[in-house]
């Protein structure tokens, strides 16, 4: 199952690459808002699906299943709290292929508040309780040193991030290109300023009369 999860991770990381060296030919603010999207998935397949599975199943169907294990009470939050994250992930999914790809600023603080909202979470978790396969010190480490599936997490996590700069970048550009046009804009009127003035237009012809006067 390590070497299935393993290779999965490693497959998006290929596309995660992909997209952000095709990103000028396809368009950035697609290759970003896809970027978004992919580590959305990644990081709902493996957290909201994966509790809401875990759930489902009993210690004889899954090693981790809890299904058996817990009350009832407890096993209906774990299935909600599945349900509710995989629910959030489309929303969050939905925003970065529309509003975040046209470019809406609102969208792009909400993915970038999402993101450290997960950074953190699973950072924390990671450490203190299930390092997921990570040699790390600490109660996580010792528990999940031979586990497995951090490489997807992170490649989520990456991909995520990847997305928003992305989407920075283009946005550091139109900034630029606004900021030349309105230059190039301004030093327009003031020609167009300076030869509508009467001295301007007494000094053209003085230059104009003694270039006549030398040929």
Not at 77 to 89: I, M, R
Not at 135 to 146: C, D, F, K, S, T
Not at 181 to 210: D, Y
Request: with cysteine.
């Amino acid at each position: 199952m390590s070497t299935i999860v393993t290779i999965w991770a490693y497959i998006c990381l290929a596309i995660v690459i992909a997209l952000v060296v095709a990103s000028r030919r396809i368009g950035r603010d697609r290759a970003a808002a896809w970027l978004v999207a992919l580590g959305l998935f990644m990081l709902a397949i493996e957290e909201p699906a994966l509790t809401f599975w875990l759930g489902l199943a009993n210690p004889q169907g899954d090693h981790d299943g809890m299904a058996t294990l817990i009350t009832p009470q407890a096993r209906a939050h774990v299935l909600d709290a599945g349900v509710f994250g995989a629910a959030l992930a489309l929303l969050l999914g939905r925003i970065a292929i529309t509003a975040f790809r046209r470019g809406e600023r609102w969208a792009r603080r909400v993915l970038s508040w999402g993101l450290v909202v997960a950074a953190v979470t699973e950072g924390a978790t990671t450490l203190f309780v299930f390092s997921r396969g990570l040699p790390l010190p600490g109660p996580g480490g010792a528990a999940g040193e031979n586990g497995f599936g951090w490489e997807p997490l992170a490649v989520g996590l990456l991909a995520w991030a990847a997305g928003l700069w992305l989407r920075s970048r283009h946005k550091d550009k139109e900034i630029g290109d606004a900021r030349e046009e309105w230059r190039a804009e301004q030093i327009n009127r003031i020609k167009a300023g300076m030869e509508a003035h009467p001295w301007f237009r007494v000094a053209n012809r003085t230059n104009t009369t003694h270039v006549r006067s030398s040929s």
